[in-house]
């Protein structure tokens, strides 16, 4: 079936520690996000590709890396430098450019501890 | 800057009674919208969307939202709650490029 599958769900981190959440789509979709969720919020833009070997940062980049060396694979890595890594990470992807839907993972836990 | 306002935080209805959930957005132009709702521990999924054609838009489980460019308005609406439909719902208005933004959420309790 295709979709997009986020792994690990759960994860735990120590400070200082870095960590990269997987993401991977069988859509065929050029575009790929990586959003961070916080309890009483909407979804916060972290990274975003648009194209294989190009991604831009979103509204709150600091903390995290990205890369897009394969179309179907967009990892986001949560470095030390991020202040307040705990939260709920979504991965999405979206067909062609003019298209208007935007499909999402299930969706990753990271915790610090 | 475009920002989408969702007016309750909290909704809580009794099973099979109507729920309205209120969203206006804040483009000048006429924009592509969306509802997603999220389960506990579960990602986004696409209720339903609007994108210029018919102002009454239907989407999945009974519910549906009704474009009003004098309102700046995307409500979305169900006749009857169900249980299941407890869950937080996102209106999403997507900008003039392919930025998603998000409101802040609402949360629908629905009660026995």
């Known amino acids: 079936d295709g979709g997009i599958t986020q792994s690990p769900k759960y994860l735990f981190r120590k400070e200082g520690q870095n960590v990269t959440l997987s993401c991977e789509q069988n859509?065929?979709?050029?575009?790929m996000y990586w959003y961070r969720q916080d309890p009483g919020q909407g979804l916060r833009l972290i990274y975003y590709?648009?194209?294989?070997?190009?991604?831009q940062k979103g509204d709150i980049a600091e903390g995290y890396s990205v890369s897009r060396e394969k179309k179907e694979s967009f990892p986001l890595t949560v470095t030390s430098a991020q202040k307040n890594p705990t939260a709920f990470y979504l991965c999405?992807?979206?067909?062609?450019?003019?298209?208007?839907?935007?499909?999402f993972g299930e969706g990753s836990w990271l915790t610090v501890v | 800057a475009q920002s989408v306002t969702q007016l309750d935080s909290h909704v809580s209805v009794s099973e099979g009674t109507p729920v309205l959930l209120r969203c206006n957005y804040s483009?000048?132009?006429?924009?592509?919208l969306f509802w997603y709702v999220q389960h506990p521990n579960k990602g986004l999924q696409l209720l339903l969307k609007?994108?210029?054609?018919?102002?009454l838009v239907k989407g999945i489980n009974g519910f549906e939202a009704e474009f009003k460019k004098s309102e700046t308005s995307f409500h979305l609406t169900k006749p009857s709650a169900h249980m299941s439909d407890a869950a937080e719902y996102f209106c999403?208005?997507?900008?003039?490029?392919?930025?998603?933004?998000f409101g802040s959420g609402t949360r629908l309790l629905v009660r026995p």
């Open positions: 999405a992807s979206k067909g062609d450019p003019s298209g208007n839907t935007i499909y």
């Open positions: 859509l065929n979709h050029d575009a």
């Open positions: 590709s648009q194209i294989v070997n190009d991604f």
């Open positions: 483009s000048s132009y006429s924009p592509s």
């Open positions: 609007y994108t210029s054609a018919a102002t």
């Open positions: 999403v208005e997507r900008d003039s490029s392919y930025k998603l933004i």
